[in-house]
């Protein structure tokens, strides 16, 4: 890896994880951000909890915070069933779907409001610090920024309104609801759990990636650093969430399994870092006009060697 890109990424407070990385980042210095697309896991990659206490700030335990005390005991046996598989990246996608519709059918069952749904959600999940300013330099450049989750769409958009995030998609379950605002149900085509994300993303992004080759994804889990399928060296992984708070059934050696999963780890809380590594690349883009017109001549040839 060129050592000018390493000290740059150390400084800005990411830190290399995969040996692909160097070529990844000289890919992606040549096309251009602008020839670049964003693919963003949501749950604690785009939240964090609003007190700042270790609370869940994810769609899933918002919704479960207005269970009735029976069904929250079924939700909490479901997760205590499959979040370690989950977590150490052995979930099936049969579990992971018998999982979803568990979950979803409890939720239903118990007709939950999705206006107090949005309420717990104001009150208890906040951005991660550096969301809204990595957002505003994707949309200035018109880079797309696809949201794909398997929490629910209609709290993830409610949650972008309220915050000015401007996604360019969402892609998550969408949830029915009656004349009321209670929820009766979803939209079976639109489910997305964590092992089908490649699958319900693959149309909406084959036609991004034509225009726009490169794939920069942020994630938190195993599951995440695959949720799009992207040809090497055209996708830079970016995992997020260095230090997770250690809690029962999940060992830290699971976070350390995942890190080898990502090409770049954030140090810290804030996305900042990933919009001063675009603002460095989009600089390096723009000093070297020549390679750029080859390289969008014909993105898929290999790398050229640097001149002196
Ligand atoms: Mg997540």
């Not at 697309?37 to 479960?64: E, I, K, N, Q, Y």
């Not at 069904?71 to 205590?80: D, H």
Request: hydrophobic share 35%; glycine share 6%.
């Amino acid at each position: 890896m060129n050592p000018a890109d390493l000290a740059v990424i150390d400084r800005l407070g990411l830190t290399a994880t995969t040996t692909q990385v160097g070529a990844k980042i000289d890919r992606l210095r040549h096309v251009g951000v602008a020839r670049a697309h964003c693919v963003f896991d949501w749950d604690r990659t785009l939240t964090v909890p609003a007190s700042g206490d270790d609370s869940d700030p994810t769609v899933w335990r918002v919704l479960s915070d207005l269970l009735p005390e029976a069904a929250r005991e079924e939700y909490r046996s479901l997760f205590a069933r499959f979040r370690p598989a989950e977590r150490a990246g052995t979930l099936s996608e049969h579990q992971a779907a018998h999982w979803w519709r568990a979950v979803l059918q409890i939720i239903v069952r118990s007709r939950v409001s999705l206006a107090d749904a949005e309420h717990v959600m104001a009150s208890t999940v906040a951005l991660r610090p550096g969301t809204g300013r990595l957002f505003r330099h994707l949309t200035d450049r018109r880079v797309p920024r696809v949201i794909l989750s398997a929490g629910v769409s209609d709290l993830i958009e409610g949650m972008c309104r309220r915050n000015r995030l401007q996604p360019s998609g969402v892609i998550a379950t969408r949830l029915a609801t009656s004349d009321g605002g209670t929820i009766t149900g979803w939209d079976p085509g639109s489910l997305v759990h964590p092992l089908n994300k490649p699958a319900r993303a693959a149309g909406d992004l084959a036609q991004i990636q034509r225009a726009r080759p490169f794939t920069i994804l942020l994630g938190d889990s195993p599951t995440d650093s695959a949720m799009v399928q992207t040809d090497e060296p055209y996708g830079l992984r970016i995992c997020v969430g260095s230090a997770p708070p250690a809690k029962a059934g999940e060992p830290d050696e699971a976070h350390q399994r995942t890190l080898p999963l990502f090409d770049l780890t954030l140090r810290g809380p804030s996305l900042t870092p990933v919009t001063r590594l675009l603002r460095y690349l989009d600089l390096e883009h723009q000093r070297n006009p020549q390679r750029t017109r080859q390289e969008v001549a014909s993105p898929r040839r290999p790398p050229r060697t640097r001149q002196p």
